[in-house]
Each structure stands twice: as C-alpha cells, then as structure tokens.
C-alpha cells in the first residue's frame, strides 16, 4: 500500500525539530488525558467517549510514530498525578499509546489520506478504530484486574473498546480531517449555509439531551438529525460530517454526564445505548459522505472528460468542415484548367486532326478525372450529412439502360463482353433516379477497371420477393478474401484489389452510401484472387404498388458527354445562337468559343462582369454563358443585372467549377436558366442551347 503523504509541519535540524514535537506533544496530549478522565462516570469504569484516543492518533499519524514515548510519559505523569496506582497507570498508559501506535500504522499500511474522500478511506479508518481498540481495551481490562480489582472484568472490556471505538469515529475523524486541512475559503453564501446547518445540528441535539422536549410528538429527534447529517453530508461533505459528529458527541455526552438529569440510574442504563447510538450514525455517515465525495469527484471528472471530448469533437467538425471547404475549391480549381484542355480536345475532334485512338483516350482520361472530382465531393456531403435524395416514382429498367449508356463507352474501350438479363416487367421505385444510376455506374466501371482487357461482364435485374435485386458479375482479378470486408470503406487502397490500377478508391464507397441511403444494402462475394467478384444490391420495394411507369428519366445532374458526330448534329438541330462567353479564364473563354463559332454559332466574349455587362448591351445576346468566379463582381450579380436590362430575351447559363446543390440553388434564386459545371463538353453546352432555343 502506499503511504499518505502528510504536510510537513516542522522543519530545521532534525534533533531539534524531534525534542521540540515530542514537548509539544507531550503537552497536548498531557491536557486531553487530563480533560478526558473528567468524562469517567462517578461510578467509575470506562468513559462513554475518550477524545484522548482521537488526540493521540492525530499526533503520531501527522508528526511521526516515533513520537509514541510522548504519549506513554504525559499519559502515566496525568494519572499517577491522580492518585492511581503506579503500576496500574504503567499497563493504562502503555494500552493506549499501543492503540495510538498501531491504528497509525494501520490506516498508512491501507493508504488512508486524511482527506477522507474516498471509500477507503472511510473503511480505513473503521478498521484502525475496531482494531487497535481491541487491542487497548485488553491492555487496560487486565492492567486493571492485575493491579487494582483482581479481577477480570467483561464489562469493563465491552465500555473500553466501545467508548474507545466510538472516540475514534467521531473525535478522531473530525481531528484527522480538520488537522490535516484547518484552513478554507467559503463564500458567504456557504457561510450561512454552515452557520445554519451546525447551529440546527447543536440545538436539536441539546434539545434531545439536555432537555425534556426529545421528540416531535411520535417523532424522535434522533431522526432531525439523521436528517441533518445527511445534510451536511452532501453539502459540507467530510468536513462537514465530522464537524457534525463531534458537535452531537460533545452535547450528548456532557448532557448523560452533567446535565440535569444525570444520575446513577441513568448514567448506567443509557451509557451502552448512547455509545452504540453515536458509533452507528459515525459509521454510516462517514461511509455515506465518502460515497457521495467519490460520486462528486467521478461526476468532476466525467465533466471535464466530457469537456475535452467536446473540444475534440469541436475540433474535428472544424477540421472536417476545413477538409470539405478545401475539397471543394480544389475541386473547383482543378476544373478551370481541366475546360481548356477540353475544349482544345474537342476541337481536334470536330476537325478530325490526329489520330483518332489517341484523341480517343485522352477524351476517356479526362472525363474520368471529371468524374472523380465528382465522386469525392459526394462522398464528403454524404460524411457532412449535407447530402439529400431528390425521389421521384421510376423503373430500375430505365436506371439500368442509363447506366449502361455511361459505363457501356469505358466497356467496349476494354474489349469486354457485356450480358445483362431484365425482367420484362417493369419494376417501379420511389427513388433517385441519378444516385441510382450513379452507384450502378461505378459497380459497371469497377469490373471493367479490375476485369483484364477481353473479360467478361454481367449484370442481372430480378425481383425477390419485396426486393429488387441488381447484380453486377466480372472474371477479373477478384478480391483476397482477407480484404472483402475492407472494400466498402472510403480510400482503403489496396484493400480493395489485390493488384490493380490505382486510384482513390471511393466508388465502392460511395456506392454502399447511395444504396444506403435507399434503406438498401450492398454485398460482395469472391472466391479470392483470380476468380472474379460479384456485388449485390438489394432495395425495398414500395409497400403499396406505384400507379404507373414514367417515361425515360433524363437526368437532374449533368452528364459529360462523350464526344460523337451524331450526339452534335442533334444537339445544334436548332439552329445557330447568339452567344456572350463570359470567362476569366482567357484560355478557356476562348476554346469554348472556338467552338461555338465552328459550330455555326455567333459568338461574344468578355472577361470580367462589368465588360460583359457592356458586351451584351451592344450585341443583344440570346444566351449567356456565365462564370460565376469573376475578378470584380460575381457571376450572380451579373447575371441578375443582364435580366434586369435585357429581360426574358436572354437566357443565363451558370458556367463554373462550384457543382454543389446549394450553388444550383443559388444560380437558380439569382435567375439562371441552367447550370453546367466545368470542365464541360460541347455536346452538353449544344444540348443545352438547343432546349433553350426551343423553348
């Protein structure tokens, strides 16, 4: 056990220090044996309480067990000053400097701190009492019967360690609290608090005995202050609670004593039940407050446990908002150079200059650069719980074809075989149709990515009882059967092939959290590397049937086409428009219009809002297409001024590397007709146009 550590109240040259503790000592403990045998009943025997005990133990606990010779000179010098028998005062004294003695080094031994905070310390400190006063009272009983009655007496034995006991739990507790800490600071209002609560405490217990009035018609008093011990238990606590016991000791014990009932009869017959009385309530309240003290300081604890667990999460939200803050304008800053590059390419493509398998794969790359920007946005509003479903009653059949559309390209680059099995009959859900399409996308992109060049691919739509189920099969690599719980997490790497293209690895990912947030799940099976994988998604259909199948959803969140000579004759079947590009972007402004105007359309051009503004007052155009990242005002502000001078004539086309709902949200509020996000290609821009011609 670990000792306590005590303050050190002396300090200087050792000898001295010692001879000027054991005076001091010899003193204090000289007057309390002193003031104690004037508790001895007349009858004589044992005292009801002996704060002789408390005294002692306080003192050799606090300044040292070495000071024991103290104890045994000042105690033999009071009593054999008292007329005792010398040789019976030698055996009195030496059985209570043996119980001052050994209950000190007890309550070390069990790491009793006098603070009396904890459980422990309570029980510590009831041992040492029960204990060492066995001890003494055995000494003293047999000094007794050897030197003065001749006789041992059981009695005597039975008040000696009672009274010895019960001094030690209410004496010795307020002295081992209150000399180890004296001094506190206390706010009025505690002041007052304590001024009432041990002004109660004094007056009912001098009412109970001192007085007549010792119950509250049936009501003992002894229950007032159960109550009020309780009281200070909570409020004071281990202070308070031995400054109570001793303050209800004290009246008790002086009332049975020298109040003005005491007698003969009545000091023997209530002696007994007053020790047991006092030893009971110390006991549960010095256990109750310690209790409570341990409560409190797990409660302050818990607190400031909690406090630095907000910090963290504080900081983690800072740190998680930052990430997504920096995520988007990468994203953004990634898409201006990304147009240029685009365009320039699609230029090469519209005048068939170079070869077209080069032209071919670099139009693939950046479209998957596109895309990944697209995914890792995504997946950080769906972390930021930012993300929301746009619902709307479709059929998985038109999910499937969709998919197929965007993912069939990537296929066919690869030389893989592709089959698929539809049920004829549509089955209909309340969905979204574009994170549907998008999560089947990446399920499709991803075998083809990890499927060798001339794989083979499958994808099966079947309907489960009340699921409909999509599965997605490939003879590609196959994943290690270690790794298979470990492909659904965001950037796991290599967890999710064996070996592989690289890549940021959130389209599984992603995929889990779409199909998630349609209360469905997905899953994948393989037989380990080199036997190929299948993913299976499953989602609840509608309790209730949907009236209807709708026609072919188009969908909400813009597609980058693939560049095709069909795909633009259809797109520009409207006729030539005229065109105001409004870009800071000098490059990209100017490919976009290299473009247009190849595409037979008349074209202006600005580079920062003011200009535009007077670019399209001279040229009246029919649709604007606007960046919103200008150099003096944005693009909002643009646009709603160009509304405002030129009305419904022209129609306002956001044009910007900001992709998010609420940036489609705020073009809309601010009057654009459409909203494209860079780095876009020509056949949406055409497509675009001609809607807005039509309309």
């Known amino acids: 056990m670990v000792a306590v550590t005590m303050p050190p109240l002396f300090s200087g040259h050792p000898t001295a220090t010692y001879a000027l503790r054991f005076g001091l000592l010899t003193l204090i403990y000289g007057t309390a044996v002193w003031i104690s045998l004037w508790l001895v009943p ?80 309570a029980l510590g ?58 001094f506190f600071a206390k706010s009025q209002q505690e002041l007052f608090e304590g001024l009432a609560l041990f002004g109660l405490v004094g007056f009912v217990s001098y009412l109970a005995a001192w007085t007549e009035f010792d119950s509250l018609g049936p009501v003992s ?226 075998a083809a990515k990890y499927t060798p060049p001339g794989g083979t691919i499958s994808l ?34 290599g967890a999710q092939r064996s070996k592989g293209p690289g890549g940021l690895h959130i389209g599984l990912s992603l995929v889990r959290r779409m199909v998630e947030l349609h209360a469905g799940t997905v899953v994948v099976k393989s037989g380990g590397v080199g036997q190929g994988s299948e993913f299976t998604i499953r989602l609840p259909l509608p309790a209730a049937p949907l009236e209807k199948a709708p026609e072919p959803i188009a969908p909400k969140k813009e597609t980058r086409g693939r560049f095709s000579k069909e795909a633009m004759e259809h797109a520009r079947a409207a006729g030539p428009v005229a065109v105001l590009v409004v870009d800071d972007n000098e490059a990209a402004a100017q490919m976009l219009c290299t473009l247009l105007e190849h595409n037979g359309h008349t074209v202006s051009l600005a580079h920062t809002g003011l200009s535009a503004l007077d670019v399209a007052r001279q040229t009246q ?15 909002y502000e643009v646009g709603k001024r160009l509304r405002a001078e030129l009305g419904a004539q022209v129609a306002l086309v956001a044009l910007t590397g900001y992709g998010q709902p609420e940036d489609r949200e705020r073009a809309r509020q601010a009057g654009f007709d459409d909203h494209l996000v860079k780095p876009v290609s020509i056949v949406d821009v055409e497509r675009i146009l001609a809607q807005l011609r039509r309309a």
């Open 42 to 121: 007349a009858t004589g025997g044992a005292s009801l309480v002996w704060p002789v005990a408390a005294v002692g133990l306080a003192g050799l606990l606090f300044w040292g067990i070495n000071l024991w010779p103290a104890l045994t000179l000042s105690f033999f010098l009071v009593v054999a000053a008292g007329g005792v028998d010398p040789s019976a005062a030698v055996g009195v004294a030496l059985g209570n400097t043996l119980e001052a003695v050994l209950g000190a080094h007890l309550l070390i031994w069990l790491g009793f701190h006098p603070l009396m905070s904890r459980l422990r310390d």
């Open 125 to 182: 400190l009831i041992l040492a009492a029960f204990t060492s006063t066995f001890v003494s009272a055995t000494v003293i009983a047999a000094s007794t019967a050897l030197f003065i009655t001749h006789s041992f007496s059981a009695d005597l034995w039975t008040s000696l360690w009672i009274g010895h006991s019960v001094s030690l739990l209410s004496f010795g507790a307020f002295a081992l609290r209150w000399g180890y800490r004296p």
């Open 221 to 446: 008093l002894v229950y007032v202050l159960v109550f009020l011990l309780i009281w200070a238990s909570l409020r004071a606590g281990p202070r308070g609670t031995t400054l109570a016991l001793l303050i209800m000791t004290l009246i008790s014990t002086t009332a049975l004593l020298f109040g003005p009932d005491a007698s003969l009869e009545r000091a023997g017959s209530l002696l007994f039940g007053m020790q047991v009385l006092i030893g009971t309530l110390s006991i549960i309240f010095l256990l109750f407050t310690s209790i409570t003290e341990e409560r409190k300081e797990a409660v302050i604890a818990l607190g400031a446990q909690v406090g630095k667990l907000e910090d963290a999460l504080l900081k983690i939200s800072s740190e998680d908002a930052a990430k997504s803050e920096f995520i988007a304008i990468l994203a953004h800053e990634l898409r201006n150079p990304l147009s240029p590059v685009l365009s320039g390419l699609e230029i090469l493509k519209a005048k068939e200059s170079g070869p077209k398998e080069v032209l071919h794969m670099m139009g693939a790359h950046l479209h998957t650069l596109a895309r990944l920007l697209d995914d890792l946005l995504d997946i950080t509003r769906i972390s930021q719980k930012k993300f929301k479903l746009e619902r709307e009653v479709t059929t998985l059949q038109h999910i499937i074809e969709r998919s197929l559309e965007m993912a069939g390209p990537y296929m066919a680059e690869r030389n893989h075989t592709f089959t698929k099995e539809m049920p004829s009959q549509d089955i209909l859900m309340d969905a979204d149709p574009v994170r549907l399409t998008q999560a089947v996308v990446n399920l499709l992109n991803n």
């Open 460 to 493: 099966g739509l079947v309907k489960e009882g009340r699921q409909a189920v999509i599965r997605v099969r490939d003879n590609g690599q196959g994943i290690a059967i270690e790794r298979l719980r470990k492909v659904f997490e965001p950037f796991a790497g």
């Open 621 to 635: 155009p029919q649709v604007a297409l606007l960046d919103i990242g200008l150099p003096d005002i944005d693009g």
